[in-house]
C-alpha cells in the first residue's frame, strides 16, 4: 500500500502540464479558434523556460518567462488567423514546426545543464500517514492546475463573461451583432491559451524532468489537444482526463522499473495508443460530438460592418 | 490606416506572386535574425541560400534531400487537396523504411541472388506497402469511427518511431555489430543506382516521374477532378455522386505509399542500412513543401527544392558560421507563416484609408 502513494504522486504530477495545456486549448475551443501549435508552443516556453530559470536562478522567473513566451506565439498566430483570416489548421501545424527549431536553438546551451531540486510539502496535511505523500507534497502548480479547472467551470458556465466567449464560439455572427468585439474576445481567448501552454511547457522542463532535452515534450501538446473532445468541452472532465493519460504515463514507467519482459519502447507507445483508442471512442458517436462542440469551430469569421 | 478589402474576385496574379513575396519575408526575417545574434546578415543568406549551389556537390546534395521531400510532399498535397488532413507522413516514411529494410534484409543473404532491378523495386514495392498499410489505419479509424485524421495520424508518428527503435535494438540489430542499434549494411545489389562520385540516387528521378504523374492524375483524370472537387465544395461532390469514402481512402492510401517509397529510398539510398534516425523530419517538412507548393504537383517541385536548399544551407552555417542546425526549422516555420499570411492577398487586397 505504502508503495502505491510515490506512483499517486506521480500521477498527479504527469498529469498537470496535459491539464494545463488542455484546459487553455479548451478556453480556445470555446472560442471558435483551434490551436494546433500547442506542441511548439509548449517546446518553446520548456526551452526558453530553462534558460531563464538557469541565468536567473529561479523558477518562477522561469515559470513567468515560459506563459510569456506562450502568449507572444499565441499573439502571432491570433494575427495571422483571427485578423487575416488564415487557414487554423496551416498555422497551427506552422507554430508547432517553427516551435521545434526554435526551442532546439534556444535550448542547445543548456542542454546538460541542472536546476537545484527543490521539494514541497504543505505543512500539517504532509504528515498524513498514506495521503500526505500521495497528495500533499506536491509543487504548488500541481495544485494551482486543479484551482484552474475548478475556476474554468465556474468561469464559463456561471459568469456573465463566460456566456459571452461561448456565444462568440458558438456563433460569431449573433454575437458580432450584439456588439460584442469577436476579434478581441478570440484574441483574449488565444493569449489565454498560450500562457497555459507555456505554462505547461515551463513545467516539463521546471519540474517534471527537471531538465532541457531536444523534443522533449514528446507529443504532450498533441495529447492535450486530443483531451478537449474526450472532456466534451468541460474543465472538470479535461482534469479527470489528463490525471488518466498521467496515469498511464506512470504506469509504463513502473513497469518497466518492475521488470515486467516487455521491451521498454513497446511499454512507450502506451500513451500515443491510449489517445488513438480514446479519440476513437469518443468520436464514434457523431451526433455526441456535434452536440458538444462550439458550432463555430476552425472557422473564419470576417465581421461585416 | 492600411486595411483589408474583399476582391470580387480570387487574384491569379497573387496567387503565383505570394510564394515569392514569402520567399521574400523569409529572407528578411533570417537577415534580422542574423543580426539578432551578432552575425554578417549578408554573409549568413549567402551561406543559406547561395553557397549551397555554387558547386556540383552541392546540387547533388539537394538532389538527395529533395527525393524524399518531393515523394512525401506530392502525396500530402493530394490529401489536402481532399481535406484529409494527413500529417503523419513521417510516420508512414519509418515504416516504409522498416518494410523495405526487412525485405532487403530477408533476401540480400543470398536468397535474392546478387539482387539487381527487380530486387530494388520489389523492395520499394515493400516500402510503399508499409507505409500504405501505416497510412489505412488512419483511413479505417476515420471511414469507421469519425475519429479525427489529424492527431491520429500524429500519434502513430511516435508510435512508428518507438517501433523502429523497438526493431534495430532487436531483431533488426546486426549481430555482429558491436551492440549499435542498426541493421547490418545492405549489400551493394540492393542499393539504388547513385551519379558516380555523388550521393544523389535513382529515387530523385522517381520523384519526378511520380510529380508528372500527380499532375496528368489532377488535370486529365476523372479521379483527380473527383478529389478536387470533393475537397472545394463536399456538398457539390455529394450531388454528383462522388464517394468521399473513396477519395479518404484513395488518398491516404496513395499518400502513405509514397511517404513509404521515400523510407525506402533513404534506407536504400544514402543510409545504406536501418538506423533509429532514417529521417530528419522529411514527413513534417513535406507539410510546408505541399502548402509552399499550393498543392499544385509543378509547384511543389519547386518548393521541395527550396525547402531541400534550407537543409543544405543550414548545415552550412552550422559548420561555417556556428549557428545551430535547428536553423533549418526556424526557416521552415517562417517561411510557411510568410505565405500563409502572404495568401490573404489572394482574396483580399490593401487599401489606403485615411
Known sequence: MDALAPLIAAALMAGTPLMLAALGLLVNEKSGVINLGSEGMMLVAAALGFAVAVESGSTWVGFAAGALAGAIMAAGFAWLVVWLSANQIACGLALSIFGVGVSASIGLPYVGATLKAASWAIPGLSEIPFLGRALFQQHPLVYTAIVLALALSWF???TRAGLILRAVGESPESAHALGYPVRRIRLAALLFGGACCGLAGAFMSLVYT????????????????????????????????????????????????????IASQLLSMLPYLATILVLVLISRNVDWIRINMPASLGRVFIPNR | MLELVPRAE??????????????????????????????????????LFVAPLSSLQGWAEIGVKMAPLLLCAIGLALCFRANVFNIGAEGQLVVGSIA???????????????????????????????????????????????????????????????????????????????????????????????????????????????????????????????????????????????????????????????????????????????????SPGYGFAAIIVAFVGRLHPVGVIFASFIMALFYIGGELSQTRLGMPSAITGIFQGILLFSLLACDVLIHQRLRWRP
Open chain 1, 156 to 158: 464559463l458556465y456561471r
Open chain 1, 210 to 261: 527537471p531538465m532541457w532535452v531536444e523534443n522533449m515534450v514528446a507529443g504532450r501538446g498533441w495529447i492535450a489537444l486530443a483531451l478537449t473532445p474526450f472532456a466534451t468541452w468541460r474543465p472538470m472532465r479535461v482534469l479527470v482526463g489528463a490525471y488518466l493519460f498521467g496515469g498511464i504515463t506512470i504506469l509504463t514507467f513502473h513497469m518497466q522499473a518492475l521488470g515486467v519482459p
Open chain 2, 10 to 47: 480570387p487574384s491569379r496574379r497573387m496567387m503565383w506572386l505570394s510564394p515569392v513575396l514569402a520567399l521574400a519575408l523569409t529572407a528578411l526575417c533570417g537577415a534580422l535574425m542574423f543580426i539578432g545574434v551578432g552575425k554578417a546578415p549578408v554573409q549568413g543568406l549567402y551561406v
Open chain 2, 100 to 278: 523495405a529494410s526487412a525485405f532487403v534484409l530477408a533476401f540480400d543473404d543470398g536468397l535474392g541472388g546478387q539482387g539487381g532491378w527487380y530486387m530494388i523495386a520489389l523492395a520499394i514495392l515493400a516500402g510503399a506497402l508499409g507505409g500504405a498499410f501505416w497510412a489505412s489505419i488512419v483511413a479505417w479509424l476515420r471511414d469507421r469511427f469519425h475519429a479525427n485524421e489529424i492527431l491520429v495520424s500524429l500519434m502513430l508518428v511516435y508510435v512508428a518511431e518507438l517501433l523502429l527503435s523497438y526493431l534495430v535494438h532487436g531483431v533488426m540489430r546486426d549481430p555482429d555489430g558491436f551492440g549499435f542499434p542498426q541493421s547490418r549494411m545492405f549489400n551493394d545489389g540492393f542499393l539504388l543506382p547513385i551519379l558516380p562520385g555523388t550521393r544523389v540516387h535513382a529515387g530523385i528521378i522517381l520523384a519526378l516521374l511520380v510529380a508528372l504523374w500527380a499532375w496528368l492524375f489532377l488535370a486529365r483524370l476523372l479521379a483527380g477532378f473527383r478529389l478536387t472537387v470533393g475537397g472545394l465544395a463536399p456538398l457539390a461532390a455529394r450531388y454528383a455522386g462522388f464517394s468521399s469514402r473513396r477519395a479518404l481512402w484513395g488518398c491516404l492510401l496513395g499518400s502513405g505509399a509514397l511517404a513509404g517509397v521515400a523510407g525506402a529510398c533513404e534506407v536504400m539510398g544514402p543510409i545504406g542500412q536501418l538506423t533509429p534516425s532514417v
